[in-house]
Every structure is written in structure tokens, then in C-alpha cells.
């Protein structure tokens, strides 16, 4: 059973969060019953369920159907669901519309992409019940204006502006923080200053949890996955058992590796 406060309670007592991104029933039964921390209905969905070449082009109502999927699968887990490129960006109503659909599907939180730009609509959905996880660092639903899918923050003015948006995110009343594809050393810092868990995705291992692709941990994807995925499914015979390797090595702080995570200075 995981909820925001069994969440939090690990954060409080040093413990890691282990998350996974979810689609579907069977799969979430599955996270469930190996103990998953939160499950995140993403719109990588659109890439590794649609086919599509981005996130951009998933709607709203395909978060809604798939996290009535899961939230059936895993009735005891806490679900966070992901608002759609569109869906929120003009500001706090439109995004308070889309993430009542969200919660009502069977979401316990919603996560939105972005900084400063964000905080007005993160303190409006808390203040109106709504749990937020921010997501900060690669923002793939802003690939096209960041130039596509690269580490970000590595000089010393963009990772100063991360940190600075985590601070004031945090400020607005978010529950939690996706880093995505950002240097370890950034990562690390951001997770000494705030007091809500950060979830690394390519974010080295000092966060205070992690969340990767289902399909990437299990090695479905056709593409190359990304320098950061490591597949579990190379160390074991079936997927309950990377399932469970995957929720061991995160807890005990062995995955990400080095090799899976960008060590370079911050310039
Ligand atoms: O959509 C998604 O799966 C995500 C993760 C990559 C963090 O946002």
C-alpha cells in the first residue's frame, strides 16, 4: 500500500523511492504485488505504446483511459498521471480542467513540465486538493525549442536557473520533483536544498528515488534506449524478477551507476 504520505514518510526516513512508469492493468497488478512505490501513467506512453516519435501528439482523454487502467490493476499504489502537451499551458483553469479529469480517472497526483512558468498553476491545483509533482531538467513535451533529447543544465547560469525553479516549485506546494537528464552533481544539490523527494531519471543516484520507462528497464523498446536505462532483463530469466531487481537496486542505491549517469563538472 503506498500513498503521498508512506512517500513521504521514506523521504523523512532516508529511504529510497522506487517508480516506474505504467500503462495498463496487468502490468500494474504486477508493480503492485512487487512492491512499487508510484507508478506514473507518462506520456512516454506516446512514444513507447503509440509509436509516436515525441510526446507531443498524446491527448489528455489517452492519460485518462490508461490511468483508469492502472489505477483498476493497482488499486493500492500511488498513481501520479502525466497533464498532456496542451492541456494546461495557458494557465491555472484549463490545467485545473485537465487534472480533475485526471483525478478523476483514478490519478493521486498530477505532474506538469516546467519552472517559474509553472508555479502560479502548481499553487493553484494544490490549493484546490490537487497533489503536483513537478518535472524540471529534459522537458520532452519542449524538445523542439531545447533542441531535442540532450543533457540539460550543464553550465553554471542553466543549472543555477534548475535550481532556482526546483526552490521556488517547491515554494508553490509541489510534492515532488522529476529530474530528467541532468548532471549528478546538479541533481544532488537540488535534493540537499529542497525538502520534497526528487525522482531522477538520468540524474545519478543522490536523488531520493528514481523513476525509468517500463519498457525501456525491460528492454522492449525497439530504439536504443538512452545512456541512463540499464535493462533488467539482462540479469534475470523473467519480468517479475527485474521488476524486482529493479525496486532492490534503487533502495539500495546501486542503481544508477556511474555508467548511467552524467558526471561531467557543471561549466
Ligand atoms: O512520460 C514519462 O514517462 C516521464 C518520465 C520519463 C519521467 O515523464
Redesign the pocket.
Known amino acids: 500500500m503506498s500513498n503521498l504520505l508512506s512517500l513521504q514518510q521514506r523521504h523523512r526516513a532516508g529511504e529510497k523511492i522506487a517508480m516506474l512508469?505504467c500503462y495498463d492493468a496487468s502490468f500494474a497488478a504486477r508493480l503492485e504485488s512487487a512492491g512499487i512505490d508510484a507508478l506514473?501513467v507518462?506520456?512516454?506512453?506516446g512514444m513507447v505504446i503509440q509509436g509516436q516519435t515525441s510526446?507531443l501528439p498524446v491527448r489528455l482523454e489517452q492519460i485518462v483511459y490508461h490511468t483508469a487502467a492502472v489505477a483498476r490493476g493497482a488499486p493500492n499504489t500511488f498513481i501520479i498521471a502525466?497533464l498532456t502537451f496542451g492541456s494546461y499551458q495557458t494557465g491555472p483553469a484549463q490545467a485545473f480542467d485537465a487534472a480533475a479529469q485526471l483525478m478523476a480517472a483514478g490519478a493521486h497526483c498530477i505532474?506538469l513540465e516546467g519552472g517559474a512558468v509553472m508555479a502560479e498553476t502548481v499553487h493553484f491545483l494544490v490549493s484546490r486538493g490537487i497533489p503536483v509533482c513537478g518535472?524540471l531538467g529534459l522537458l520532452?513535451q519542449s524538445v523542439y525549442a531545447s533542441g531535442g533529447y540532450a543533457v540539460q543544465a550543464k553550465t553554471r547560469e542553466s543549472a543555477d536557473q534548475l535550481l532556482d525553479d526546483a526552490l521556488l516549485l517547491e515554494q508553490s506546494g509541489a510534492c515532488m520533483l522529476?529530474l530528467?537528464a541532468i548532471p549528478a552533481l546538479l541533481a544532488a544539490q537540488v535534493t540537499q536544498r529542497v525538502h520534497i523527494p526528487t525522482i531522477g531519471?538520468g540524474a545519478g543516484n543522490q536523488c531520493s528515488g528514481q523513476?525509468l520507462?517500463l519498457y525501456d528497464m525491460l528492454g522492449i523498446t525497439p530504439k536504443k534506449p538512452p545512456r541512463f536505462v540499464r535493462n533488467f532483463m539482462h540479469d534475470v530469466p523473467n519480468i517479475d524478477q527485474a521488476i524486482a531487481l529493479y525496486i532492490q537496486a534503487v533502495r539500495d542505491g546501486s542503481f544508477p551507476a556511474d555508467e548511467h549517469s552524467f558526471l561531467k563538472p557543471i561549466l
Open positions: 512508469t506514473l507518462g506520456d512516454s506512453l510526446t502525466d505532474k518535472h520532452p522529476v530528467e531519471i523513476v520507462v
